[in-house]
């Protein structure tokens, strides 16, 4: 591992040896230069202003010229000829960081039998499809798409590429990376782009999920990120008119090192929190497998989910297909009544994005009132059988 200055760049302004913590670092006619005292700790890398310090692990990565890297990409995932839902709600995210870089916003779909639906595409604020038409690609082959993937952002050349963190995506993600000698950030609950400088800065959990982290990566292209289903929401306030790039392959069975002998579809889950409009959740203030019944009839009369954080799970008060947070799913419905959770970030990762957030807690520093849109403070089981009532009354009239 080495430190290494981009001599152009570098402008000697010292910014970099006023943070270095050991006096590893030396200005030498007008150049930052590095001693033995440095101890690679990286503080001076945040420090540059102008993104001349590069920390290197094994052989050195050259410099990317980021001028060439344009455009927002996001790679679509298929199953039974039908585009993941998660691609949709990256197209929303994706258009939004599109207009903020004034650049084109592509979707990527490795697939087969798709000639009449990228069209439809449009409404979601696509810009152009680049299309990888082969007969084996109905089906997802890791190797694959992992060269067929690098080969296209070789070429064309994006500066974001989003990706669900999907089983799928999580596969090829980080090999496509690796191949690029690109950074990759897993698992990201907010993407924004630096006024400054133009980078992507992404949002994750991060020591177990009790901090949030916002990571750059100001030297390499691509941008790369993974993103749970359910985290952005997709967005057809945008429709355009999209370019199609269709890319014949011909592929063979003897082109993969791997070969699909039976496909075995996952059981449909019964539970649908990612899709639900209205959610409503108990935590561990609850206080009891019995004391969830309130909770569950409130959700009954809204019509909506239920759900729960992490202790009434791990306590078996709810199925673990009913969680929501870091270890569970992530949703944004359009209404999120939280009663008795305190607000962990591990839970709040997974329902922040939420348009009007409910919080019913007794504590009223709980964290669950920073996000929530509207507060109330006092006893659950107080609290939820009095709004249980009103809300019956007002649908008798």
Request: proline share 4%.
């Amino acid at each position: 591992m080495s430190i290494i200055v981009d001599t152009d760049l570098c402008e000697g302004c010292g910014a970099c040896l006023t943070s270095c913590p050991y006096g590893g670092v030396e200005i030498i006619d007008d150049i930052a230069v590095f001693t033995e005292d440095c101890n690679l700790c990286g503080a001076c890398i945040e420090s540059c202003p102008v993104d001349a310090i590069t920390l290197v692990r094994g052989e050195r990565i050259e410099r990317v010229d980021k001028s060439q890297y344009k455009g927002v990409w996001i790679i679509a995932e298929h199953y039974k000829n039908e585009i993941h839902k998660v691609a949709f709600q990256l197209l929303g995210k994706g258009r939004e960081l599109s207009n903020t870089l004034n650049v084109n916003l592509t979707l990527v779909i490795l697939g087969d039998k798709f000639d009449d639906k990228l069209e439809e595409v449009g409404e979601y604020g696509v810009d152009e499809v680049i299309y990888v038409k082969s007969a084996i690609l109905k089906d997802y082959y890791s190797d694959l798409y992992v060269n067929t993937l690098t080969d296209l952002i070789t070429e064309y050349k994006p500066e974001i590429i989003l990706i669900g963190a999907t089983p799928t995506g999580r596969d090829f993600a980080p090999r496509v990376a690796k191949r690029l000698n690109a950074g990759l950030t897993a698992d990201c609950t907010g993407l924004d782009i630096e006024e400054e400088t133009g980078n992507l800065m992404q949002t994750r959990p991060t020591f177990g999920g009790n901090i949030m982290a916002t990571i750059r990566t100001p030297s390499s292209r691509p941008q790369m990120a993974t993103v749970r289903p359910g985290t952005f929401k997709a967005d057809k306030t945008a429709k355009k008119k999209v370019r199609i790039i269709k890319i014949e392959k011909e592929f063979k069975e003897k082109d993969t090192v791997t070969k699909i002998i039976k496909i075995i579809a996952r059981q449909k889950e019964k539970v649908n929190l990612e899709d639900a409009e209205i959610i409503v959740t108990g935590g561990r203030g609850v206080g009891s497998m019995e004391g969830f019944k309130i909770i569950e009839e409130l959700a009954n009369v809204l019509g909506a989910e239920l759900g729960g954080s992490r202790v009434p799970v791990e306590l078996n008060w709810l199925g673990e297909d009913r969680q929501i947070g870091q270890t569970g799913k992530t949703v944004s419905p359009k209404l999120y009544v939280a009663c008795g959770i305190s607000g962990a970030i591990q839970h709040l990762v997974g329902m922040q994005n939420s348009e009007i957030i409910v919080a019913i807690n007794k504590d009223p520093l709980a964290p669950i009132f920073q996000v929530a849109h509207y507060g109330i403070i006092g006893d659950l089981h107080k609290v939820v059988p009095a709004l249980i009532e009103e809300l019956k009354k007002t649908k008798s009239e």
